[in-house]
């Protein structure tokens, strides 16, 4: 497989490659290296966090408005460390194409919460189904204790139905817009009427606020429940169709080619099969045609990642990793609300854009970034937003430069470009760096990652 494809490939299901790796891959076929990616991803590796805290904390206690208080503020925190659990495994992936599908589910079925328990359950049955079958991910997804607070669900009762799930489950997770009726959304809700979770998140059916009379969904007629709802919507081949759209823009190329979107559908619509589906993507031809390479705008953390993956870093306070993807636009457990972050070229406006561009420096060069050290994450934050920054501080990374130079020992700066920039490079740019060829590796691979090309991939 031809070098260039493999790297095309490895920054769509992961977040780069290093040369020594991509040299030795480039011996294999382009099926056997995506089978192989497959094969390692079926494992599957949960994130699981020490929670043992909420032992001290009774329903008797809890009476205590103080105590209750305690409580929201250490799960907050909680969350925080998951978040940057997260980061963390994205830079060390065993299961390259679970984590990076993992991430794309969570910008599908958006959600948000404070309870760590919650959050956890929530990530890792995302993680779980990533590459399983879509039917069975969205019945999972309906009933977990995070999607029924964040969409309202608890309150969805016999009687006094609440739409916001019903309206999402179409119009964000299965269809799309225009694809169905509101009288639809109001049948569908009724459906969903009783679901509920336990304490710990467990999924609990409240028989008693379901409303078991017939509903019409889709020109169909039954005692639906919500598992039934989702198979009716899955008959419908647009189901299929919305899907494969969102992973061809999200893997290929934000500009639609209605006929390998008309293939994919012919695959997922079989058996909705994930893993056979994105499998049928990254073995097409049309993947690695010259249209959909160097195309697609890095998301800050495929920003920021991309640049561990070239260089190995790591941060001496966790509550950096969030500040940072703060100040890039993209927080992992935080997104801006249920339609999830807008990408490609909503990633970059006049303030990130200059962050991005004096990213890698600072991260590996110990340049400055604007934001207090001091104080704590919500303080911090408030002042990035009304800018009140207190002060221009350093980032305590410590960065892994003899990983690099064993990456990157039989390199030649020259062939340097082509493996760290993926897009085309500006005539004027290319002839400026093949006049520094004669710099250090360490700083030519800054100034690589410091142009505008590097933010595409």
């Not at 009687?159 to 489950?169: D, H, K, Q, T, V």
């Not at 999924?203 to 989702?230: L, P, R």
């Not at 997104?335 to 990633?347: E, L, R, S």
């Not at 700066?413 to 006049?435: D, H, R």
Request: charged letters at 25%; aromatic letters at 10%; hydrophobic letters at 35%.
């Amino acid at each position: 497989m031809k070098i260039s494809h493999i790297q095309h490939l490895y920054h769509r299901v992961g977040f780069g490659i290093s040369p020594k790796e991509s040299l030795l891959l480039s011996k294999k076929s382009k099926k056997t290296i995506v089978n192989d990616l497959c094969n390692q991803s079926k494992k599957v590796s949960p994130i699981l966090l020490d929670v043992s805290f909420l032992d001290d904390f009774t329903p008797e206690t809890l009476k205590n408005p103080e105590n209750k208080m305690l409580l929201n503020k250490l799960s907050r925190e909680k969350v925080n460390s998951f978040s940057v659990a997260w980061f963390e495994r994205l830079q060390h992936p065993t299961e390259i194409l679970r984590e990076k599908m993992t991430l794309f589910w969570a910008n599908h079925f958006v959600c948000e919460n404070n309870n760590i328990v919650f959050v956890q359950q929530y990530n890792n049955i995302l993680r779980e189904n990533a590459l399983g079958n879509f039917r069975d991910f969205v019945k999972k997804i309906s009933k977990t204790a995070a999607m029924l607070n964040y969409l309202n669900n608890k309150q969805n009762k016999k009687g006094s139905p609440n739409e916001n799930f019903a309206r999402e489950l179409m119009e964000l997770f299965t269809l799309g817009q225009n694809q169905y009726s509101e009288n639809d959304i109001k049948e569908a809700a009724r459906a969903f009427t009783g679901y509920n979770h336990k304490e710990k998140g467990e999924f609990d059916f409240k028989i008693n606020q379901h409303d078991d009379k017939e509903k019409t969904f889709f020109g169909k007629t039954g005692n639906f429940n919500g598992d039934d709802i989702i198979d009716v919507i899955l008959e419908k081949k647009e189901c299929a169709r919305f899907i494969s759209e969102k992973i061809y823009t999200y893997f290929v190329n934000e500009k639609i080619n209605k006929s390998h979107i008309d293939k994919m559908v012919d695959v997922f619509y079989k058996d909705y099969n994930i893993e056979k589906l994105v499998h049928f993507v990254f073995v097409s031809k049309w993947f690695y045609e010259d249209e959909n390479i160097g195309i697609k705008i890095k998301s800050p953390l495929e920003l920021l990642i991309g640049i561990h993956t070239i260089v190995p870093y790591q941060m001496e306070k966790s509550q950096q990793i969030i500040l940072l993807q703060n100040l890039l636009g993209q927080v992992l457990m935080r997104p801006p609300n249920v339609a999830g972050w807008k990408t490609g070229k909503y990633w970059i406006d006049s303030n990130t854009i200059i962050t991005r561009l004096r990213l890698p420096a600072v991260l590996l060069n110990n340049a400055q970034i604007t934001f207090s050290e001091k104080g704590n994450e919500e303080s911090t934050i408030n002042e990035l937003k009304n800018n009140k920054l207190e002060r221009k501080t350093y980032l305590k990374v410590f960065a892994d430069w003899t990983s690099f130079e064993v990456n990157f020992k039989n390199t030649s700066p020259e062939e340097m470009i082509s493996q760290i920039i993926s897009s085309k490079i500006n005539a004027g740019t290319l002839a400026n760096l093949l006049k520094n060829l004669h710099h250090s590796k360490k700083d030519f691979s800054i100034q690589l990652m410091s142009l505008p090309e590097y933010q595409l991939c």
